[in-house]
C-alpha cells in the first residue's frame, strides 16, 4: 500500500516535497510516475533499496528522491519547479528497478502538483 501526500500549487521556481508511506518489504524500488493533462503518464524518478537513483532527463539537477527505510518511506524534492511540471504524482513500487521505470506493479493515489507561470 502506497500513501502519497505534499501536492500543491505553488509558482514557478518554487519548491515542493512530496512524501509516500510504503508497506511491505524495504527492499522495494520505490519511486515516482507523473500523468499531465492529456497526457499519458511518465516515470520521474526512483530509488533502489540501496540508495541508487535513476532520474528522468526532464527533473535531472532539479528534483531529488530519497528514502528512509527505517521509516518505508520515499520522498521527491522538487526545486526550480516550472509550468510542465504540473502533473497528478503518483508514488510506486516494485521489486526491481528495470520494471518500475516502465510499469510499476503497485501505485498509490496520485497528488496534485501545479505549478503557476
Known amino acids: 500500500q502506497l500513501q502519497a501526500s505534499g501536492g500543491g500549487l505553488v509558482q514557478a521556481g518554487d519548491s515542493l516535497r512530496l512524501s509516500c508511506a510504503a508497506s511491505?518489504?524495504?527492499?522495494?524500488?520505490l519511486g515516482w510516475f507523473r500523468q499531465a493533462p492529456e497526457k499519458e503518464r511518465e516515470f520521474v524518478a526512483a530509488?533502489?533499496?540501496?540508495?541508487?537513483?535513476y532520474y528522468a532527463d526532464s527533473v535531472k539537477g532539479r528534483f531529488t528522491i530519497s528514502r528512509d527505510n527505517g521509516k518505508n518511506t520515499v520522498s521527491l524534492q522538487m526545486t526550480n519547479l516550472k509550468p510542465e511540471d504540473t502533473a497528478i504524482y503518483y508514488c510506486?513500487?516494485?521489486?526491481?528497478?528495470?520494471?518500475?521505470?516502465?510499469?510499476?506493479?503497485?501505485w498509490g493515489q496520485g497528488t496534485q502538483v501545479t505549478v503557476s507561470s
Open positions: 510506486t513500487a516494485s521489486s526491481r528497478m528495470a520494471t518500475l521505470q516502465v510499469n510499476p506493479a503497485y
Open positions: 511491505g518489504s524495504s527492499s522495494y524500488v
Open positions: 530509488i533502489s533499496g540501496f540508495g541508487a537513483t
